[in-house]
Nanobody, 124 residues
Framework: QVPLVESGGGLVQAGGSLRLSCAASGRSFSSAAMGWFRQAPGKEREFVAAISWSGGSISYADSVKGRFTISRDIGASTVYLQMNTLKPEDTAVYYC?????????????????WGQGTQVTVSS
């Protein structure tokens, strides 16, 4: 059973919006901080946003501040990424990660618990 399953990606024009979801399964993630990373072709995977289990601690990459919003539904073990005012440079495969702290993920660190990713393509 895959522990993390992302969905919600797609093709959108610049300025548009998308909402990504990441459903976590298993007790290991029920109280874990969760985060989003992305990887564009030819580039390294980079941090996007993270949220603590309670939602009291949130961090964003500078490149998405003011445009993206991370949230979570504890009961559904799901984390969301609302992406507004999308830009072509946001084009990437988006992955969620779980288990490390918000502070650690915001430094670009991650563990081995990945989903399959969801493709986001923003056309100009």
């Amino acid at each position: 059973q895959v522990p993390l399953v992302e969905s919600g990606g797609g093709l959108v024009q610049a300025g548009g919006s998308l909402r990504l979801s990441c459903a976590a399964s298993g007790r290991s993630f029920s109280s874990a901080a969760m985060g989003w990373f992305r990887q564009a072709p030819g580039k390294e995977r980079e941090f996007v946003a993270a949220i603590s289990w309670s939602g009291g601690s949130i961090s964003y990459a500078d490149s998405v501040k003011g445009r993206f919003t991370i949230s979570r539904d504890i009961g559904a073990s799901t984390v969301y990424l609302q992406m507004n005012t999308l830009k072509p440079e946001d084009t990437a495969v988006y992955y969620c990660n779980a288990g490390l702290s918000v502070a650690t993920m915001s430094k670009g660190e991650y563990n081995d618990y990945w989903g399959q990713g969801t493709q986001v393509t923003v056309s100009s």
